[in-house]
């Protein structure tokens, strides 16, 4: 069945710095990827998303790659802000699917 | 715009007792999930509604039961609550098409004691 791994965290940066968090997939056909962010206390909500291979997501600084040949969706930023501290969550969604998968969620935290 | 609303915010039940998780959205959508989330476990599906008038199990079903009152609202209930439904219980919909995003609630915090 599809399934979404997602670099454990948490991570800490310092601001400023240069943001990375791995994703791989694994699925039939051409799933869409997605990556969501969860602040405190609140729901997820789409960061960016890519609906085929090659496709670059981007969305407030942040970017993602949708590369089938290394199955691998990672976000990147190159600069980040302590108001980017929050969980990221990876995910897809089948071809003609209704559910939509999620890795693990990786908390980001950003040192002033 | 409201978006997807569920209630209520938090909620404490003992062991046994029963409730029910509303949730509403005002997008027209057609799909409504039911997730739960749990410290390191990423969201699991509970249950889902492609569409008005169905229901199907998600990954971890035992325990609970949904509804699809109409197009808008999706609820989930617990008949007999245990410890380990205590989690963070979040709504969603998204439109047909497999590029289409979920849209998610603020979530309900349940807790079992």
């Known amino acids: 069945g599809n399934s979404v791994t997602q670099m454990e965290g948490p991570v800490t940066l310092s601001e400023e710095a240069f943001l990375t968090i791995n994703c791989t997939y694994t699925?039939?056909?051409?799933?869409?990827l997605f990556w969501y962010v969860q602040y405190p206390g609140e729901g997820l909500q789409l960061l960016l998303k890519a609906t085929k291979a090659d496709d670059k997501g981007s969305n407030k600084g942040f970017e993602a790659t949708y590369r089938k040949e290394t199955t691998s969706f990672h976000l990147e930023k190159g600069s980040v802000q302590v108001s980017d501290s929050a969980v990221y969550f990876c995910a897809l969604r089948g071809t003609g699917g209704f559910k939509t998968i999620f890795g693990a969620g990786t908390r980001l935290f950003v040192k002033a | 715009n409201a978006g997807v609303t569920q209630t209520p915010k938090f909620q404490v039940l003992k062991t046994g007792q029963s409730m029910t998780l509303q949730c509403a959205q005002d997008m027209n959508h057609n799909s409504m999930y039911w997730y739960r989330q749990d410290p390191g476990m990423g969201l699991r599906l509970i249950y889902y509604s492609a569409s008005e008038g169905t229901t199907d199990k998600g990954e971890v079903p035992n325990g609970y039961n949904v509804s699809r009152l109409n197009k808008r609202e999706f609820s989930l209930r617990l008949e007999s609550a245990a410890p380990s439904q205590t989690s963070v219980y979040f709504c969603?919909?998204?439109?047909?098409?497999?590029?289409?995003?979920?849209?998610f609630g603020n979530g309900t915090r349940l807790t079992v004691t």
């Open positions: 699925a039939t056909g051409y799933p869409s």
């Open positions: 969603a919909s998204t439109g047909g098409d497999h590029n289409s995003p979920l849209h």
